[in-house]
């Protein structure tokens, strides 16, 4: 294993010392509480809080600042944070118009935000919760635990995080939150493992002409292994297997992220898109926006995930509205 870190146990605290030192415009880190702040605080606005197992970034922690959330509370790697975590997050941002909870739909993450929630109402602190879903590798059934949530969140804490900035009351800030998680879906592929700093090898091994169909984040492995194939086919793999599910009307406008999962290059991803937006655009819909980078991660792990968001709404209106964070800035 070759990381930049110091000890593996320490290596989140390490990573949230440096991000505050390289953004504090933007950011602040409670070290006490382990949670990350926005810099300077909000007006009396509904405060976004999300959360979730550290090695996914930028995904929550470069998400905090103006337009999204206020408060994150980042966990261990791949692990869930703790319910004093979430406490601390919300008591810090809560200015007593309402809190919204990002939660993805893994175990560990629903059930600490709900223990949180639980002890937080002995102390008339109320918070409402967006559920994210879309990972269209997973059955929509209850055959498991239910879809993971991967790319959709981000898409939910910008335009939530922007209904939210102009004054929405929290009413509006969770339907909108809602109808976003409801209307986006992911698929990813998986070309390598990870290797958690703690562990120090790679979590399971590939062949160099595999691949991955329908992985999550967390190194966790797909769905099904397959040969490696061209950019086009592995596009087209994951067109089919997201718009089959969330069956847009013909015409309609989406928003396509690309994410990387760490370890791939831009250059890699770009060509991906490319291909991506050429068949968005022969299915009959129009990519007026789009997100390509790694953005939802997995350490180094090389693979990419297509999130594609039906536009409906405010919500064009609100992706565009003006925001300043470490991973997304525009309109300031």
């Known amino acids: 294993m070759k990381k930049f870190i ?99 739909n893994f175990t560990g993450e629903v059930m600490n935000f709900g223990m949180a929630q639980e002890i937080m109402a002995f102390e008339d602190i109320t918070a409402e919760t967006v559920l994210v879903k879309d990972d269209v590798s997973v059955p929509d059934d209850d055959s498991s635990a239910g879809r993971r949530g991967l790319g959709a969140t981000v898409l939910v804490e910008k335009i939530a995080g922007a209904a939210a900035e102009r004054g929405d009351a929290v009413e509006g800030v969770v339907s909108i939150a809602r109808h976003v998680a409801a209307r986006a879906r992911t698929f990813s592929v998986g070309l390598t493992s990870c ?30 292994r397959v040969p490696i194939a061209p950019a086009g086919d592995i596009a087209e793999i994951l067109l089919d297997e997201v718009l089959a599910d969330l069956r ?42 789009s997100l390509v980078g790694n953005l939802v991660t997995s350490l180094e792990q090389q693979g990419a995930a297509l999130t594609v968001l039906e536009l409906e709404g405010e919500m064009l209106a609100l992706w565009d509205a003006p925001v300043h964070t470490q991973a997304l800035r525009w309109g300031m």
């Open 6 to 104: 110091n000890d593996p146990k320490d290596v989140v605290t390490d990573y949230l010392i440096g991000l505050e030192a390289a953004h504090p415009d933007v950011v602040r880190f409670d070290a006490e509480s382990r949670v990350l702040l926005r810099a300077r605080p909000a007006f009396r606005k509904v405060a976004l809080v999300a959360g979730g197992g550290s090695g996914c970034e930028p995904l929550h922690t470069g998400f905090v600042g103006h337009g999204m959330l206020d408060a994150v509370c980042p966990g261990a790697i791949f692990t869930s944070p703790v319910p004093r975590q979430i406490i601390a997050a919300t008591e810090a941002v809560d200015a007593g118009v309402g809190i919204v909870h990002i939660v993805k």
């Open 195 to 224: 290797t958690p700093p703690e562990r120090g090898q790679e979590i399971y091994a590939m062949a160099d002409d595999e691949m991955d169909l329908g992985i999550g984040i967390s190194g966790s492995p797909g769905r099904d």
């Open 248 to 289: 847009p009307d013909s015409g309609a406008r989406v928003l396509a992220m690309l994410s990387g999962l760490g370890g791939t290059p831009e250059s890699e991803l770009y060509v991906l898109y490319g291909e991506v937006a050429a068949r968005l655009r022969a299915a009959g819909l129009d990519p007026v926006r």
